[in-house]
């Protein structure tokens, strides 16, 4: 069987020189954890999974030191009892906002979906105490609890200094006195594999310094009417649970969802969401809008199997599309206060949506 990741098999190869292919073979919560690990890439489209990761390492960073390589006494072990794994894993990178799905529930949903043919849940509950099922500890004499510590260590290692890389970016772009550089910069940053969660970051920073600069006038009635400022918020983080709503606008009350041109399913469903409200799709592709929204009213079209109620409502849906074309035209157009502004944005919200903001206030106790 194929190690997916080299830091994995890297690791494994150095504390199983000759057996290393076998170990992970026979393992199945090895082979889950490497599944699960890819969003290490930096175009991975997964999510990081750091629920789940944890939830693993958590009971396996106790078990090291109560029962490593002590199987008798293990098997009479009732498990770790819930408030200690949960304040642990929320203690580590990333997991100060983390809910305890994993705990109870979802790491045996994946773990029995992602690796067939096996009988036994990973986690065993146990009345709000935790331990992980003794048949994936051991492969044959090996306990491989170190291990697998090891390597989910090592993919924290690597997502950190993924994180950190697009700060060190911003540190620079601060520093800069040449506006074209600071335009070319962050114009790179914008690219189809981008990760998911900075495209969707850049592209609101551009969005909210280039809406600001239009004007329209609202009012309750002709005496009271005023100019107003464009005004673009941004809903929460980007796994967010937010209904299909990334951005919203005030005061034209407009919807914003941000997407991948290659599953237009996913963009019904959005509008499926939101009852039919008009969404504009800001989309993260080098294509033309104009060949986007074709191809998308040709699916809508084929979705709708010629029935024009559906057809009229997904189409009438479409407010408008917005590609990486248009994010770095409109940013051309900004002034030396807007591209500022566009940097202050993202560090602000690429901070806040990697808990760097938590780390800061750590750091400062």
């Not at 990761?53 to 498990?79: C, H, M, P, T, W």
Request: overall charge negative.
């Amino acid at each position: 069987m194929k190690i997916t990741e080299s830091f994995v098999a890297e690791i494994l190869k150095k504390e199983y020189p000759k057996d290393y292919q076998r170990i992970y073979d026979g393992s199945p919560m090895l082979q889950y954890l490497d599944k699960k690990m890819k969003a290490v890439h930096g175009n991975s489209k997964t999510r990081r999974s750091l629920a789940s990761i944890y939830a693993i390492y958590s009971i396996l960073y106790f078990y090291q030191n109560d029962f490593y390589e002590n199987v008798e006494e293990y098997r009479r072990f009732e498990g770790y009892d819930y408030i200690r794994l949960f304040n642990f894993y929320r203690s580590l990178y990333g997991g100060s906002k983390l809910q305890n799905h994993a705990l109870n529930s979802r790491v045996n949903g994946e773990f029995h979906n992602k690796i067939k043919d096996i009988s036994n849940d990973l986690i065993i509950i146990n009345n709000g105490k935790y331990l992980i099922h003794i048949d994936y500890i051991y492969v044959g004499r090996y306990d491989i609890s170190q291990v697998a510590c090891l390597i989910i260590e090592r993919y924290i290692e690597l997502l950190m200094a993924k994180d950190h890389a697009l700060i060190g970016v911003l540190e620079k772009l601060k520093s800069l006195a040449d506006y074209e550089k600071k335009k070319s910069t962050i114009n790179a940053l914008l690219t189809e594999d981008a990760e998911a969660r900075i495209f969707e970051i850049i592209s609101y920073a551009i969005l909210k310094n280039h809406y600001k600069n239009i004007k329209v006038y609202f009012g309750y009635t002709k005496e009271t009417i005023a100019e107003v400022e464009l005004e673009l918020y941004k809903t929460g983080r980007t796994n967010a649970n937010d209904g299909g709503i990334d951005f919203v606008m005030r005061p034209v009350g407009r919807f914003f969802q941000v997407t991948e041109v290659n599953n237009y399913d996913k963009y019904l469903l959005d509008i499926d969401k939101v009852m039919h409200f008009p969404i504009s799709f800001v989309i993260k592709t080098k294509q033309q809008r104009d060949t986007v929204l074709t191809d998308l009213e040709r699916y809508i079209a084929l979705r709708s199997s010629g029935m024009t109620v559906l057809e009229e409502r997904y189409r009438k849906a479409i407010e408008e599309i917005i590609t990486i074309n248009e994010l770095q035209e409109w940013m051309q157009e900004l002034d030396n206060a807007d591209i500022d502004g566009i940097i202050r944005d993202i560090d602000i919200y690429y901070k806040l949506e990697m808990n760097m903001d938590d780390e800061a206030e750590e750091d400062d106790e």
